[in-house]
């Protein structure tokens, strides 16, 4: 069972009122269940978009659709409207979404999420750069994408072994590996031009 509070249900009606169409309504769907990037995606539902197998329910107004392969990632899911200091935020909390998911390689996760943010990523923010956690492996590996300066640095293989790796390793015990999978190719302003 799915629960929608009645400040979320105001909220997608009034949204439905403004921006949708005649029996519009809203999606519900999970991106990566059973995963560490398990996600909720919401999304305006037109009526050609309705599939036969959605799961429908009733929000007095309007319907909310969950189609079928998300339906075990959100069972006892609850979208509510949040009041914030400058307004409200929409707040989708599904505890089956990631699944059976390890609690330490969870854990490992936050660990070097927090090392990221707090430790790394000011000292890349000199230089106008910045690197982001894509995953982490079964086997404790770590794969970053680097961007802002860092994306093309010619520096940027000392950045992740002495600094981004060592950091890592040092701060977070079973980090075994660290791998760059950014497209430097890309980078549109590096600190340091590759020669």
Not at 102 to 123: F, K, M, S, Y
Request: with cysteine; proline share 4%.
């Amino acid at each position: 069972m799915i629960e929608i509070s009645k400040r979320a249900q105001a909220h997608f009606a009034k949204l439905l009122a403004e921006q949708g169409g005649p029996g519009w309504g809203i999606r519900l769907r999970a991106r990566e269940g059973g995963t560490l990037r398990g996600d909720c995606e919401l999304s305006f539902c037109e009526p050609g978009e309705r599939l036969a197998d959605d799961w429908t329910l009733d929000c007095g107004g309007f319907s909310l659709y969950v189609d079928h392969a998300s339906v075990p990632w959100l069972e006892d899911a609850r979208i509510d409207l949040l009041p914030t200091a400058t307004g409200s935020t929409l707040s989708v909390r599904a505890p089956r979404l990631r699944g059976g998911v390890d609690r330490e390689r969870a854990a490992l996760v936050e660990q070097v999420r927090r090392v990221l943010e707090e430790e790394i990523n000011p000292q890349l923010a000199q230089h106008r750069g910045h690197v982001s956690l894509l995953e982490v492996g079964g086997d404790g590996s770590v794969v970053l994408a680097f961007g802002g300066g860092c994306q093309g640095c010619g520096q940027v293989d000392v950045t992740l072994r002495q600094g981004v790796e060592r950091t890592l390793r040092q701060r977070v015990p079973g980090v075994t590996a660290v791998r760059d999978a950014t497209d430097h190719a890309r980078g549109e302003n590096p600190y340091f031009r590759a020669r």
